[in-house]
């Protein structure tokens, strides 16, 4: 699993510093750290059960309760509390609790700060890890969404991910989900070992089939230290490559696009404007707190990261003190060049006059190259084509000389 950052030490009771703002949208992302196996690609702060060591996941939800209880008295200091615009439910596998649990600590949240009008509330799931019953109780219980770990229509794909459920189960969970009221997402893996571009056209296709409201669709990435890592060093599998990767990018947004689905992110796709509201927050700089073991937050320029496993976590809230290991304040040119980093992204585009001289300048170049939207560009804003989207890193290199 990936290390966390570094950092200065964060307060033993989670204090911000005086004055931190407190005036942007915020929202919740509630971390539940449990997975019945670990997939071969992931690098997620995930435990399965041999490896909680002292932490359970029955007393998971009183965890998280406590450190709902310290987020009001630390946000309190600060100002007026502020709803939630959104929460989300991310793992691990957070439906590997009862459905009774997820609604328990989103009442937590409720009671704490309350819900914004029309607020979105979203669980990730894997398809085999929620029945009918299941998405019923979490939509009588506050959900709003859910996004399904599809990742392929395929099993020799699925098997190289190392994901245990049954391609032919998604439809029915999907099914199950709409019955119960719910938004559905589906997220898709591309670039997986063995996998063809007729093997992706083939998961796209069943996925528009589907008629979700929301996908995401993301290329493998190999991280270090993952068993993926380790069998592609030993030459069991083939390393993802990148000219097969853009074609299958290529053949998502044709496909979506023509189905009706409009990206307003790179690696997102939504009908009918149902866009991800919780993640596009991040994209956007807003304030969320993040609750759980390895759980990130951002208030405010400030930044902060809890400690990595669920028993160090429990024990420093037995102990009355705050979960965070490490912060970070963020100064005006970080959060300036984070805008660029997060905003030249999406499709509402980045704000010209953001960037130092040379980096406006830059953006000429980026239209001539067919990597920026000329009308875009001449309205004052940054929007990447499909070829810029493809090429992000670059895009953001050339912005920020």
Not at 126 to 144: E, F, K, W, Y
Not at 175 to 180: G, I, L, N, P, V
Not at 218 to 226: K, Q, R, S
Request: proline share 6%; with cysteine; net charge negative.
């Amino acid at each position: 699993m990936g290390r966390l950052p570094e950092g200065e030490t964060a307060p033993a009771d989670g204090t911000l510093p005086a004055g931190t703002a407190v005036d942007a949208p915020f929202g919740a992302y509630i971390h539940v750290p449990f997975c019945s196996v670990r997939c071969g690609y992931c690098d997620f702060n995930t435990y399965t059960a041999d490896e909680l060591r002292g932490a359970t996941r029955a007393g998971y939800p009183s965890d998280v309760a406590a450190e709902i209880v310290l987020a009001r008295r630390v946000l309190r200091e600060l100002g007026p509390l502020r709803p939630m615009q959104t929460v989300f439910f991310g793992g691990g596998t957070p439906t590997l609790l009862p459905a009774g649990d997820l609604v328990h600590m989103l009442q937590g949240v409720t009671d704490a700060f309350g819900l914004a009008a029309g607020a979105e509330v979203t669980t990730e799931a894997n398809p085999d890890s929620i029945d009918a019953a299941g998405l019923r109780q979490l939509r009588d219980g506050g959900v709003t969404r859910v996004s399904f770990g599809m990742q392929s229509a395929k099993p020799h794909v699925l098997a190289a991910l190392d994901r245990t459920h049954d391609p032919e189960r998604v439809p029915l969970v999907v099914d199950w989900a709409r019955e119960a009221g719910l938004e559905v997402s589906l997220d898709l893996i591309y670039g997986a070992p063995g996998e063809s571009l007729d093997d992706w056209q083939a998961s796209l296709d069943a996925a528009i089939a589907m008629q979700p409201d929301h996908v995401s669709a993301y290329a493998l990435i190999v991280e270090d230290g993952t068993a993926l890592a380790r069998r592609i060093r030993r030459g069991e599998l083939t390393t993802p490559d990148d000219d097969l990767q853009a074609a299958m990018y290529e053949a998502a947004d044709a496909t979506l696009s023509a189905a009706g689905y409009a990206w307003y992110e790179v690696s997102n796709w939504a009908r009918d404007a149902r866009v991800a509201r919780h993640n596009l927050a991040y994209w956007r700089g807003h304030d969320w707190w993040g609750f759980g073991p390895g759980a990130h937050s951002h208030v405010g320029g400030v930044r902060w990261w809890n400690v990595k496993h669920p028993a160090a976590y429990r024990d420093r809230l037995l102990a009355g003190a705050s979960p965070s290991l490490a912060r970070e304040v963020l100064d005006d040119e970080t959060r300036r060049v984070e805008r660029v980093l997060l905003e030249s992204r999406i499709a509402e585009g980045l704000p010209i006059d953001l960037l130092e001289p040379e980096g406006r300048v830059a953006v000429a170049g980026l239209v001539a190259e067919g990597l920026a939207d000329g009308r875009a560009a001449l309205a004052g804003r940054v929007i990447p084509t499909l070829r810029g989207r493809l090429l992000a890193d670059a895009v953001v290199r050339r912005l920020l000389p």
